[in-house]
C-alpha cells in the first residue's frame, strides 16, 4: 500500500514570496491533516480536512495560509507571503476516519526554509 | 488550550541502559499515541493506548496509560543504538476530534 506521498521534499525561499506544498494521501482515507512541525518542537495541526470539508483550522495563520482539498483526495496548502518564521517541516497526514482510535500514518515532510 | 508535557526533553544514554519517558496533561484523554520521528521523515506510530492503566509491550518497549488517562510513560530497557530519535506522544482529548501532540524527546544512544 502506497504511503502519504508530498511534494516537494525541500523548498528554499525569500520572505514575502509564496510556495505550495502538495499532498496525495493513503487511498480511501477520508481524513486529511496538515501538520506543522518547527525545529526542536512537537507537530502542531493547522487544518484537517473531512472529505473536502474543514473540520478543524483553528490554528492557522489565516492571513498567509491557506490550503484546499477540491475533489476530497489530493490537497495543497499555500504560504503567501512567507515570513521567516515559517521555516518548519510541513507534514501531511491522513486516516481512514477521523481519530477514534483510527491510526493516522504520515507523510515524509516537506522542508520549508524561508531566508 | 490542551498541553501534553513531556519529560525529559533530552536524552544521552548508553547503549544497555533502560530509561524512561513521561507524557502529561492536566486534562484526560480519549486515546494516547507514541510516535518515533527519525531525522528527515515523519512520525511513525508505535502504539495506542485507550484504557486507565493499559499497558502495552513492543519488544523492549513498555507503555503505559495513567489510571485517570491524563500521562502515559514509554519505558525501555537494554536501549539500542537504532532506539535513536525523537519520540513523541500525542492525545485525543475527549470531544475534540483532534491530535495534539508534546514537544518530543529526542533519545541518543551511545555504542
Known amino acids: 500500500e502506497a504511503g502519504v506521498a508530498q511534494s516537494p521534499r525541500y523548498k528554499i525561499i525569500e520572505k514575502r514570496q509564496s510556495v505550495a506544498f502538495w499532498c496525495n494521501p493513503i487511498?480511501?482515507?477520508?481524513?486529511l491533516y496538515w501538520y506543522q512541525q518547527i525545529l526542536g518542537q512537537g507537530p502542531k495541526l493547522l487544518i484537517q480536512?473531512?472529505?473536502?470539508?474543514?473540520?478543524?483550522d483553528s490554528q492557522l495563520p489565516k492571513d498567509r495560509f491557506s490550503a484546499e482539498r477540491l475533489k476530497g483526495v489530493d490537497s495543497t496548502l499555500k504560504i503567501q507571503p512567507a515570513k521567516l518564521e515559517d521555516s518548519a517541516v510541513y507534514l501531511c497526514?491522513?486516516?481512514?476516519?477521523?481519530?477514534?482510535?483510527?491510526?493516522?500514518?504520515f507523510g515524509e515532510g516537506s522542508w520549508l526554509t524561508v531566508v | 488550550t490542551q498541553l501534553l508535557e513531556q519529560s525529559p526533553q533530552f536524552l544521552s544514554i548508553q547503549e544497555g541502559e533502560n530509561l524512561t519517558v513521561y507524557c502529561n496533561s492536566s486534562?484526560?484523554?480519549?486515546?494516547l499515541q507514541w510516535y518515533r520521528q527519525e531525522p528527515g521523515e515523519g512520525p511513525v506510530l508505535l502504539v495506542t493506548v485507550v484504557t486507565g492503566g493499559e499497558v502495552k509491550k513492543l519488544k523492549r518497549l513498555t507503555f503505559q496509560f495513567g489510571d485517570a488517562r491524563k500521562d502515559s510513560s514509554l519505558h525501555i530497557t537494554a536501549a539500542q543504538p537504532g532506539d535513536t530519535g525523537l519520540y513523541l506522544c500525542?492525545?485525543?482529548?475527549?470531544?475534540?476530534?483532534?491530535?495534539?501532540f508534546g514537544q518530543g524527546t529526542r533519545l541518543t544512544i551511545n555504542p
Open positions: 480536512f473531512q472529505n473536502n470539508g474543514v473540520v478543524d
Open positions: 487511498s480511501g482515507h477520508a481524513t
Open positions: 500525542a492525545g485525543d482529548f475527549q470531544g475534540a476530534q483532534k491530535l495534539v
Open positions: 497526514a491522513s486516516s481512514l476516519l477521523p481519530l477514534g482510535g483510527n491510526t493516522i500514518y
Open positions: 486534562s484526560v484523554f480519549s486515546s
